[in-house]
């Protein structure tokens, strides 16, 4: 043991003073010539050895271009590969976790540093490339033998080509129709660029200031030809740590384009969570039951519906239902998150997968395919969510959000009163019958509803207290004060409220066969024949097959949405419970402007007469209240206390 703990350590300080060469060189080597060969030689010669260790933890761009490329690329053969200023050739050792060297015909890395490239041959040499060609030559004028390239790169190469117009040009001179380019960089935003590029005067002039010692240049322009070129389909802009550097974090970005074929891919916003929201989603699955919803709705495909997303379940069930066009909005970017994960997850996975993530909430291969599969697709925010929080999948998906920790929180309540047996059995019980004996045999349960009335009200006092407070309500169940309020407004504490769901669940609807709300509160995953219906093979695979595409997602506010376009079905859900009567005024009367005549709108409420059930009347809708809580159990989540519809009036009416 302890000699190969020397062997380590003696590794370790080899492996350091390897990287303190190359910042030597860095920081201090010559960057002069009479040309530029001469100049990358003079700075990327006396490093050459040490290249790829060092710059594995500093160039944090190349695997995801390079996965992100690879995914567009898969299932093609015969592929031409371009890499311009590919340096040791580390991207083709990097691409081969990503892609079969075997479907590339040719890869040629291309790079004007003698000592760089002679690294490259080597390693072509050692791992036996037979398809891969080192040529030492000018990215400017490079043209492959083929004529063509399937797929060209510049990895940290395009801001060290002081000819920059000319490398491009010369490219896409050669880039095949269906073909794609890559890009890696480090950069700068121009003083007034797309929102998530954007950076402050002082991040812009230190960090090009810095890199021009290099005679690195990290101006816009390059990005900004690009695009004046090439249609941009995927872009990311990050920051990563640079070895032996502390707090500092140099900004990169990851391109990729084609030739023009619909415009560019929208820019992205910059959007941040609402003040009082967690930094993670408040729903991990939707939670209003969608069956009553598409029997008052009549979906059909002439529909635009517009919906919350909440825990998107609802918006993939219209698009099943045949919807035209479903926009699915919410103000907490973390919500957009989860959405847009699972509409890539269902264009990018197999059904099993798919079953693993948002099925079971786990899978032991996250880290592999979101590297590969999911995050090459999705946006800057949503990939700026979920890099940090892949350990959800490891943990449970539903026990994490807001929502998901509270129902952990009792399950281990359950554990600790030693009920855990218990609520296995009442999730598990095979019919309804046996489900509600189990309820009401339940001590705790009995002793509510037929205990002595003051030590009954003194028990749910204290429960109340604990674990339906403001803070507990808004952070676990995202109910928010001014909803908390009309409960209150109805004259119903809040602890009779739970009550009345939790009970009226119990007593009409089948956990195990029928209510996967619950069912997956009580165990933290669905079944295959209980579950929302974009889990179910057969709708799954109609997803994939292209009905995923009638989906957006939108980061915002819900009246910036409605006012974007017109609507012929509108999904309120809970929202204008969260609002005080002047924007709940707002609302109705956009409503009347958004909705086409005989358009239907539908919400529910806590309240059993919401009062803005008036102002959506006096808008020019035909309201109409379809079932409230004070007339019996209302559907498989019975959590609120009124479902309401309303149809837009034609304007002669």
């Given at each position: 043991?302890?000699?190969?703990?020397?062997i380590?350590?003696l590794?370790?300080l080899?492996?350091?003073?390897?990287?303190?060469?190359?910042?030597?060189h860095?920081?201090?080597?010559?960057?002069?010539?009479?040309?530029?060969?001469?100049?990358?030689?003079?700075?990327?010669?006396?490093?050459?050895?040490?290249?790829?260790?060092?710059?594995?933890?500093?160039?944090?761009?190349?695997?995801?271009?390079?996965?992100?490329?690879a995914?567009r690329?898969?299932?093609r053969?015969?592929?031409?590969?371009?890499?311009?200023?590919?340096?040791?050739?580390?991207?083709v050792d990097?691409m081969?976790?990503?892609?079969?060297?075997?479907?590339f015909?040719?890869?040629?890395?291309?790079?004007l540093?003698?000592?760089l490239?002679?690294?490259?041959?080597?390693?072509?040499?050692?791992?036996?490339?037979?398809n891969?060609?080192?040529?030492e030559?000018?990215?400017?004028?490079?043209q492959?033998?083929e004529?063509?390239?399937?797929?060209?790169?510049?990895?940290?190469?395009l801001?060290m080509?002081?000819?920059?117009?000319?490398?491009?040009?010369?490219?896409?001179?050669?880039?095949?129709?269906?073909?794609?380019?890559?890009?890696?960089?480090?950069?700068?935003?121009?003083?007034?660029?797309?929102?998530?590029?954007?950076?402050?005067?002082?991040?812009?002039?230190?960090?090009?200031s810095?890199?021009?010692?290099?005679?690195?240049?990290?101006?816009?322009?390059?990005?900004?030809?690009?695009?004046?070129?090439?249609?941009?389909?995927?872009?990311?802009?990050s920051?990563?740590?640079?070895p032996?550097?502390?707090?500092?974090?140099?900004?990169?970005y990851?391109?990729?384009?084609?030739?023009?074929q619909?415009?560019?891919?929208?820019?992205?916003?910059k959007?941040?969570?609402?003040?009082?929201?967690?930094?993670?989603?408040l729903?991990?699955?939707?939670?209003?039951?969608?069956?009553?919803?598409?029997?008052?709705?009549?979906?059909?495909?002439?529909?635009?519906v517009l919906?919350?997303?909440?825990?998107?379940?609802?918006?993939?069930?219209?698009?099943?239902?045949?919807?035209?066009e479903?926009?699915?909005?919410?103000?907490?970017?973390?919500?957009?998150?989860?959405?847009e994960?699972?509409?890539?997850a269902i264009?990018?996975?197999?059904?099993?997968?798919?079953?693993?993530?948002?099925?079971?909430?786990?899978?032991?291969?996250?880290?592999?395919?979101y590297?590969?599969?999911?995050?090459?697709?999705?946006?800057?925010?949503?990939?700026?969510?979920?890099?940090?929080?892949?350990w959800?999948?490891?943990?449970?998906?539903?026990?994490?959000?807001?929502?998901?920790?509270?129902?952990?929180?009792?399950?281990?309540?359950?554990?600790?009163l030693?009920?855990?047996?218990?609520?296995?059995?009442?999730?598990?019980?095979?019919?309804?019958?046996?489900?509600?004996?189990?309820?009401?045999?339940?001590s705790?349960?009995?002793?509510?509803?037929?205990?002595?009335?003051?030590?009954?009200?003194?028990?749910?006092?204290?429960?109340?207290?604990l674990l339906?407070?403001?803070?507990?309500?808004?952070?676990?169940?995202?109910?928010?004060?001014?909803?908390?309020?009309?409960?209150?407004?109805?004259?119903?504490?809040?602890?009779?409220?739970?009550?009345?769901?939790?009970?009226?669940?119990?007593?009409?609807?089948?956990?195990?066969k029928?209510?996967?709300?619950?069912?997956?509160?009580?165990?933290?995953?669905?079944?295959?024949?209980?579950?929302?219906?974009?889990l179910?093979?057969?709708?799954?695979?109609?997803?994939?097959?292209g009905?995923?595409?009638?989906?957006?997602?939108?980061?915002?506010?819900?009246?910036?949405?409605?006012?974007?376009?017109?609507y012929?079905?509108?999904?309120?859900?809970?929202?204008?419970?969260?609002?005080?009567m002047d924007?709940?005024?707002?609302?109705?009367?956009?409503?009347?402007?958004?909705?086409?005549?005989?358009?239907?709108?539908?919400?529910r409420?806590?309240?059993?007469?919401?009062p803005?059930?008036?102002?959506?009347?006096?808008?020019?809708?035909?309201?109409?209240?379809?079932?409230?809580?004070?007339?019996?159990?209302?559907?498989?989540?019975?959590?609120?206390?009124?479902f309401?519809?309303?149809?837009?009036?034609?304007?002669?009416?």
């Amino acid at each position: 043991m302890k000699k190969s703990f020397s062997i380590d350590k003696l590794a370790n300080l080899a492996n350091v003073k390897d990287d303190l060469i190359v910042l030597r060189h860095m920081w201090f080597g010559s960057k002069k010539g009479d040309d530029h060969a001469a100049r990358l030689e003079n700075f990327y010669g006396p490093q050459a050895k040490a290249y790829d260790k060092f710059r594995a933890n500093f160039l944090w761009g190349r695997k995801p271009m390079l996965a992100a490329c690879a995914a567009r690329l898969a299932g093609r053969s015969n592929l031409i590969w371009v890499d311009l200023g590919g340096g040791t050739g580390e991207n083709v050792d990097m691409m081969a976790q990503y892609l079969p060297l075997e479907n590339f015909k040719s890869i040629y890395v291309v790079d004007l540093c003698h000592s760089l490239c002679e690294i490259a041959k080597s390693k072509v040499k050692a791992k036996g490339w037979r398809n891969v060609h080192v040529v030492e030559a000018d990215a400017c004028t490079f043209q492959p033998p083929e004529g063509t390239a399937t797929l060209i790169t510049f990895s940290y190469s395009l801001s060290m080509i002081p000819p920059f117009h000319s490398v491009i040009d010369g490219a896409l001179s050669y880039l095949h129709p269906d073909g794609f380019c890559g890009v890696t960089d480090f950069f700068v935003s121009s003083k007034y660029d797309l929102p998530m590029r954007q950076m402050s005067w002082a991040r812009r002039f230190f960090w090009r200031s810095i890199f021009d010692i290099d005679n690195i240049d990290l101006g816009p322009e390059r990005r900004a030809y690009l695009e004046q070129k090439l249609e941009r389909v995927w872009e990311i802009n990050s920051q990563g740590s640079i070895p032996y550097v502390p707090y500092l974090r140099a900004p990169y970005y990851i391109w990729i384009g084609r030739h023009r074929q619909l415009g560019h891919a929208a820019h992205e916003n910059k959007v941040d969570r609402p003040a009082l929201f967690p930094p993670t989603f408040l729903y991990t699955q939707s939670w209003e039951d969608p069956d009553p919803d598409m029997e008052v709705m009549d979906i059909n495909p002439k529909d635009t519906v517009l919906t919350l997303t909440s825990g998107g379940c609802n918006a993939l069930n219209l698009i099943l239902h045949g919807a035209a066009e479903v926009v699915s909005v919410d103000c907490n970017p973390a919500q957009s998150a989860l959405l847009e994960l699972k509409s890539v997850a269902i264009q990018q996975l197999e059904y099993e997968d798919m079953w693993q993530l948002f099925g079971e909430g786990v899978h032991s291969r996250i880290e592999e395919l979101y590297e590969r599969k999911l995050s090459p697709f999705l946006s800057q925010t949503s990939n700026n969510f979920w890099s940090k929080r892949l350990w959800y999948f490891k943990h449970g998906l539903y026990y994490q959000g807001g929502m998901g920790k509270l129902c952990w929180v009792l399950q281990c309540l359950a554990a600790f009163l030693g009920m855990s047996k218990t609520v296995k059995r009442l999730a598990n019980a095979p019919t309804l019958e046996e489900q509600k004996k189990l309820w009401d045999s339940n001590s705790l349960v009995y002793f509510i509803k037929h205990g002595p009335k003051f030590l009954v009200w003194l028990f749910c006092k204290m429960v109340a207290l604990l674990l339906f407070n403001k803070v507990v309500l808004w952070f676990g169940g995202g109910v928010p004060v001014k909803q908390y309020k009309l409960i209150k407004a109805d004259g119903i504490p809040i602890e009779k409220y739970i009550a009345r769901t939790l009970d009226g669940v119990a007593e009409n609807s089948h956990l195990r066969k029928q209510n996967y709300f619950y069912y997956n509160c009580m165990t933290g995953k669905f079944l295959r024949d209980n579950c929302p219906a974009y889990l179910r093979e057969a709708n799954f695979a109609k997803l994939k097959a292209g009905d995923i595409d009638k989906l957006t997602v939108a980061t915002g506010t819900f009246l910036d949405e409605l006012r974007a376009r017109k609507y012929t079905k509108v999904i309120l859900m809970d929202h204008v419970d969260w609002l005080d009567m002047d924007h709940a005024k707002v609302v109705a009367d956009t409503l009347a402007q958004q909705v086409l005549p005989g358009g239907i709108v539908i919400w529910r409420s806590a309240a059993l007469c919401p009062p803005y059930a008036e102002l959506i009347k006096k808008a020019g809708f035909d309201v109409k209240c379809i079932s409230r809580a004070d007339q019996g159990y209302m559907d498989k989540v019975n959590m609120y206390s009124s479902f309401y519809v309303a149809k837009r009036k034609a304007k002669k009416d």
